[in-house]
C-alpha cells in the first residue's frame, strides 16, 4: 500500500514519524539539551498562536498559548534549582512569570503585542543558554 500526501493515512504516518524524531532527540539529549529544546517549543507555540489570531482562530490560538505557557511554567520554571541557582535563578522565575502573564494577556486581550514580547524574551534567554552549551562543548 502506497500514501498520497493528501491522505489521511499519509499524514498520520508523517505525525507518528515527526513524533518518534522528538521522542529520539530528548531521549539522546543532555539536560542542557533539553532546556534549549523546551525553549523552541515555546516559541514555535507563541508563532502558530499569532497566525491563529490573525487568522481569527480563537481555539487554536488557545491551544497554541496554553502550550506555551505549559511549556513556560511546567518545563522551564519547573527545572529552575532555587538551592544551586540563587539569585539567577530566582530572577529567571520572576522572568518566567512575566512571561506567562504576558501569554495570559495576549490570549484574553487578541494582544499580538504582548505574544512579541513574550516570543521576544524567550529568544534572548533561550540565545543565552545556546551560548552557554557551545562554550561548555568547546
Not at 515555546?42 to 508563532?47: F, M, Q
Not at 498559548?65 to 518545563?75: D, Q
Not at 486581550?109 to 552549551?133: H, P, T, V, Y
Given at each position: ?7 489521511a493515512a499519509y499524514g498520520r504516518g508523517a505525525n507518528a514519524y ?120 568547546a
Amino acid at each position: 500500500m502506497t500514501y498520497s500526501r493528501g491522505s489521511a493515512a499519509y499524514g498520520r504516518g508523517a505525525n507518528a514519524y515527526a513524533r518518534v524524531g522528538v521522542e529520539s532527540g530528548v531521549m539522546s539529549a543532555d539536560p542542557h539539551q533539553l532546556i534549549v529544546m523546551l525553549f523552541d517549543g515555546a516559541k514555535a507555540s507563541i508563532r502558530a498562536a499569532r497566525i491563529h489570531m490573525q487568522a481569527g482562530n480563537v481555539a487554536e490560538k488557545g491551544k497554541s498559548i496554553s502550550k506555551a505557557l505549559n511549556i513556560v511554567n511546567n518545563g522551564l520554571a519547573a527545572a529552575l534549582d532555587r538551592d544551586k541557582g540563587g539569585e539567577i535563578a530566582e530572577r529567571l522565575s520572576s522572568l518566567y512569570d512575566y512571561i506567562a502573564r504576558l501569554l495570559l494577556a495576549a490570549n484574553l486581550r487578541n494582544d499580538e503585542e504582548s505574544l512579541n514580547q513574550a516570543e521576544s524574551l524567550l529568544e534572548d534567554i533561550g540565545s543565552a543558554w545556546r551560548d552557554i552549551g557551545q562554550q561548555q562543548s568547546a
